[in-house]
């Protein structure tokens, strides 16, 4: 489909960037490429527009013969699908703390995607896609098969493809014929965090279609991930888009905030520690939870001091 190269910017001395070349089918006729390159012109162009810090800036694009190209920042660092390789070889698991970390700046990233007008559904969300840079800020760099959503639901692609198979959910089987939406980026997301969390990647939708028990329970294989992150990563796996959490923000409010549908649909917290249900209890606020506990504790001596026979 392409290749992507680092470049040095002969008109800004010392700028490096990031050039994709995207290749057009050559045995399409000549009406087909001229589509492809009035489709490509057309959202490179809103490529371009998009500024947010978790996503590289796409700063120019052109066409030259039958290679589309997209110049974009060229990010430095290294990418998690390298660090999950690394922990894997060392035998230990990435800290759930700073995956954590990366997620709340993948989760800001897409939600900037996908409030757009159409909205961006990215369609391509893997380790490999995301790079840590030396100051710690995450970078979703690659945006090779992201699609735009009309009105109509018409898809819209740069690149023909199908994503990277253990990060694709069963609706993006089809290619562009598939329907993916907005809940497409959430189980690419929640693979990508499974393999972040287990050093394993998960199996593919289709696999898992056929053979329900192949995806293992998260915390069978890191028993030190919490039982809430389990939980929102498993259920941003669902393999049915329509039981998945229906955004971004409810991911994030899932495994963030502790929100899960109930039967009825209706978000509802669950508590993970003790803590957390004494706060739920008592309706308090957080930074509250430890003067509770000692009133608590002062009243329950007092009682027991007045209800204790004397020796």
């Not at 490509?40 to 527009?49: G, Q, T």
């Not at 922990?87 to 990233?109: C, G, H, M, N, V």
């Not at 957390?276 to 606020?285: I, K, Q, Y």
Request: a negative charge; charged letters at 25%.
């Amino acid at each position: 489909m392409g290749a992507i190269w680092m470049a040095a910017d002969n008109r800004l001395e010392g700028r490096v960037c990031a050039i994709k070349e995207i290749l057009r089918d050559p045995h399409a006729t000549l009406e087909a490429q001229e589509q492809a390159r009035a489709q490509f012109h057309r959202e490179a162009s809103v490529l371009a527009r998009l500024d947010h810090p978790n996503l590289p800036k796409v700063s120019d694009f052109f066409t030259e013969e039958d290679t589309d190209i997209l110049v974009m920042d060229f990010v430095d660092g290294d990418d998690l699908g390298e660090k999950i390789r690394a922990a894997y070889k060392e035998t230990r698991f990435l800290p759930e703390s700073d995956i954590l970390d990366w997620t709340r700046q993948i989760l800001a990233a897409l939600e900037y995607l996908h409030q757009q007008d159409p909205p961006v559904v990215h369609r391509d969300i893997k380790p490999s896609n995301l790079k840590v840079t030396p100051s710690g800020l995450i970078k979703l760099v690659d945006f090779g098969l992201v699609k735009f959503m009309t009105p109509d639901e018409r898809t819209i692609t740069v690149v023909q493809g199908r994503g990277t198979i253990h990060y694709t959910p069963l609706e993006q089987y089809g290619g562009d014929t598939g329907h993916t939406d907005l809940r497409s980026d959430v189980y690419s997301l929640g693979s990508t965090l499974y393999h972040l969390l287990t050093n394993q990647a998960p199996p593919e939708a289709k696999v898992r279609f056929l053979h329900s028990e192949s995806l293992s329970p998260l915390r069978t294989i890191n028993s030190s991930v919490s039982a809430r992150t389990e939980r929102a990563v498993h259920w941003s796996l669902s393999l049915h888009p329509e039981d998945r959490p229906a955004s971004i923000m409810a991911f994030r409010t899932a495994l963030f905030d502790g929100l899960f549908p109930d039967d009825s649909g209706s978000p509802q917290f669950v508590p993970e520690t003790p803590r957390e249900w004494l706060h739920h209890a008592l309706g308090e606020p957080v930074h509250r939870d430890l003067a509770i506990v000692a009133t608590l504790l002062i009243i329950l001596a007092i009682i027991a001091t007045f209800t204790v026979d004397p020796v």
